[in-house]
C-alpha cells in the first residue's frame, strides 16, 4: 500500500531555514505529481506547493512563493521543501501528499486532487 513519510521538520527562529523529506513507497512514484500542504491550530489545511511527475512543473501558494522551493528525485523516491526565510505563520504540521491521477498536473491543485497523505511533520517557527 502507499506509504509516505514525512521527516525534517522542528523547531527554528524566524528567518531560518528547514528542509522537509517525504519518502514515499507502494506506488510508482515517477508517474504522479506529488503536494506538501500545511495545518495549523484552529485552521484549516492549505496547499503549500506541488511539483509534477515530470519534474518540471510546479505550483506555490502565494504565501510561500520566492521562500519555499520543492523538488523531487524520482530515484528515490522522494519529495522535498526546502524553506527559506521562515515565519511564525508558517507554523503548522506539514503533510506530503500524492496526486489521485496518474501524470496529472492540476493548475489549481486542492486537497481533494490528492488521495494518500502522510502522517505530517511539525514545523514551528519562533519570533
Known amino acids: 500500500q502507499v506509504q509516505l513519510l514525512e521527516s525534517g521538520g522542528g523547531l527554528v527562529q524566524a528567518g531560518g531555514s528547514l528542509r522537509l523529506s517525504c519518502a514515499a513507497s507502494g506506488f510508482t512514484f515517477s508517474q504522479y505529481t506529488m503536494g506538501w500542504f500545511r495545518q495549523a491550530p484552529g485552521k484549516e489545511r492549505e496547499f503549500v506547493a506541488a511539483?509534477?511527475?515530470?519534474?518540471?512543473?510546479?505550483k506555490y501558494a502565494d504565501s510561500v512563493k520566492g521562500r519555499f522551493t520543492i523538488s523531487r528525485d524520482n530515484t528515490k523516491a522522494t519529495v522535498y521543501l526546502q524553506m527559506n526565510s521562515l515565519k511564525p505563520e508558517d507554523t503548522a504540521v506539514y503533510y506530503c501528499a500524492t496526486d489521485r491521477l496518474r501524470m496529472r498536473f492540476s493548475s489549481r491543485p486542492m486537497g481533494a486532487d490528492f488521495g494518500s497523505w502522510g502522517q505530517g511533520t511539525q514545523v514551528t517557527v519562533s519570533s
Open positions: 511539483i509534477g511527475w515530470n519534474e518540471y512543473q510546479t
